[in-house]
C-alpha cells in the first residue's frame, strides 16, 4: 500500500494528474499496479487524508491539490485541532489515571495490551488502540474525560490506523503503551505524565513525516504503472 500511495502522490506532485482531473478508475488502477482493491481503496483513503484528491460518489476520485496539506484531516477534526486537544486531555488524565486506578483498570490495560502485542491485524489493532485510551481515562474516574475521548473515537482510529499503515507505528506504539501502563502500575503521576507526553509527541512526529514532500527515496519504492515491478 505504501508504494502503491507514493506512485500516486508523485504522479500528482508532477503534474501528471493535474488539479481537477479524474483518477483512474479502481478497476484500471488496480490492473495498472498489479495491486488488489483493498490495497487500492488504502492509498485511495490516504490520499484524501492527505487532502490531495476528493471522492464524488457516483463519479469518482478527483485531484483537488498538487500537493499534500500541512494539516490533514481525520474525520471531523483536522489533525492540529486533533492533536492539541489531545495533549491537553490525554496527559494529565494519565497523571490522574496513576493516583486512580483500580485492580480492574489494570487488568483490564494488560490484557488490551497483550492482545494489541499479538495482534498482526492492522483493522483489530487499531480498534484496540482506541480502546487503550478510553480505558486510561476510565481509569481517572471522571466520567466527562470519557465523554471527550468517546467524542474524537472516530478521529483517533482514523488517525490511528493512517499512522499504523504509513508510519509503522504499531510496535513503537505498544513499547510506548507499556510504558504508559507500567507507570499506571507503580501509581507514579510524574511517570505516566512524561509516557503519554512521550507517546502524543511520536505521534505528531511521524504524522509530520508522512505529509512532508516526497523524496528520492519514497519515489524510488514506487511500483512502475506499465505493471513491472521493481
Known sequence: MEAVLAHLREAIERGDYAVGDKLPSEAELCRRL????????EALRALQTMGLTASRTGKGTFVISSGPVADPTFGDYAASDLMEVRRHIEIPVAGYAAQRRRAEDLDQLSHLLERMERETDTTAWVAMDTLFHLAVAQAA???????????IRD?????SAFLTELGGRREQ???EHRAIVEALADG????AVEAMTHHLR???TTLTSIV?????????TAPAEDGRRR
Open 188 to 191: 507514579s503521576e510524574h511517570d
Open 202 to 204: 511520536r505521534v505528531e
Open 155 to 159: 478521529a483517533l482510529a482514523r488517525q
Open 141 to 151: 474516574r471522571n466520567p466527562v474525560f470519557r465523554r471527550v475521548i468517546e467524542e
Open 173 to 175: 506504539s505498544n513499547r
Open 34 to 41: 498489479e495491486v488488489s482493491r483493498p490495497v487500492l481503496r
Open 212 to 220: 512532508r514532500p516526497a523524496t528520492a527515496d519514497d519515489r524510488a
